[in-house]
Nanobody
Framework: QVQLVESGGDLVQAGGSLRLSCAAS????????MGWYRQAPGKQREFITS???????NYAAAVKGRFAISRDNAKNTVYLQMSGLKPEDTGVYYC????????WGQGTQVTVSS
């Protein structure tokens, strides 16, 4: 079974920080391009950031300079460090493999209050 389980979402105030985790099983994140996505209320799921097998990162303009993707190969876990959070960052955050994503999980809710 291939599974990605997101965690770490919380209710935080604007300007705060949060670290999300994506625990993988059935795939090895070290050998997969991995990314984070989010879906705000009433909007489509959007790409946030990715980390390739060779270590290249890419960030959507909306989060560039505030978010950072990383991985811990020993834990087979991908992280998303978020700082300077804004109310518009509110949404459900998902991780997945790219290309060829697996089934989307439940994600983890991030709510940023003003």
């Amino acid at each position: 079974q291939v599974q990605l389980v997101e965690s770490g979402g919380d209710l935080v105030q604007a300007g705060g920080s949060l670290r999300l985790s994506c625990a993988a099983s059935g795939i090895i994140v070290r050998y997969n391009n991995m990314g984070w996505y989010r879906q705000a209320p009433g909007k489509q799921r959007e790409f946030i950031t990715s980390l390739t097998i060779n270590g290249t990162t890419n960030y959507a303009a909306a989060v560039k300079g505030r978010f950072a993707i990383s991985r811990d190969n020993a834990k087979n876990t991908v992280y998303l460090q978020m700082s300077g959070l804004k109310p518009e960052d509110t949404g459900v955050y998902y991780c997945n493999r790219l290309p060829n994503p697996i089934s989307w999980g439940q994600g983890t809710q991030v709510t940023v209050s003003s």
